[in-house]
């Protein structure tokens, strides 16, 4: 089993930045992918970034050039840094992780971009 805990989200005006953070726990080792997701009001889940183990990463066409995923395998975390946010950035952000086996969904993480 993996545990993830999100944090980080705000409010921002548009043009500004954010991080967001996914602090792993439990079964650690066995993930070999951790991504970001993001719902908007109304809208289904929408993916925007993958990293693997090996640290190769994947962007959505809608954030590439803006957004960043990182990891830190000592402290287990994956974070999310955004520029440039847009008023349609805003979301609830989700963490993902899955292990080969299963996958495994954090709480989520209010992020609002003001106009």
């Known amino acids: 089993q993996v545990q993830l805990v999100e944090s980080g989200g705000g409010v921002v005006q548009a043009g500004g930045s954010l991080s967001v953070s996914c602090a792993a726990s439990g079964n650690i080792f066995s993930i070999n992918a951790m991504a970001w997701h993001r719902q908007a009001p109304g809208k289904q889940r929408e993916w925007l970034t993958t990293?693997?183990?090996?640290?190769?990463?994947e962007y959505s066409n809608s954030v590439k050039g803006r957004f960043t995923i990182s990891r830190d395998n000592a402290k287990n975390t994956v974070t999310l840094q955004m520029i440039s946010l847009k008023p349609e950035d805003t979301a609830v952000y989700y963490c993902?992780?899955?292990?080969?086996?299963?996958?495994?969904w954090g709480q989520g993480t209010q992020v609002t971009v003001s106009s």
């Open positions: 990293i693997t183990s090996a640290g190769r990463t």
């Open positions: 993902w992780a899955a292990d080969g086996y299963n996958s495994y």
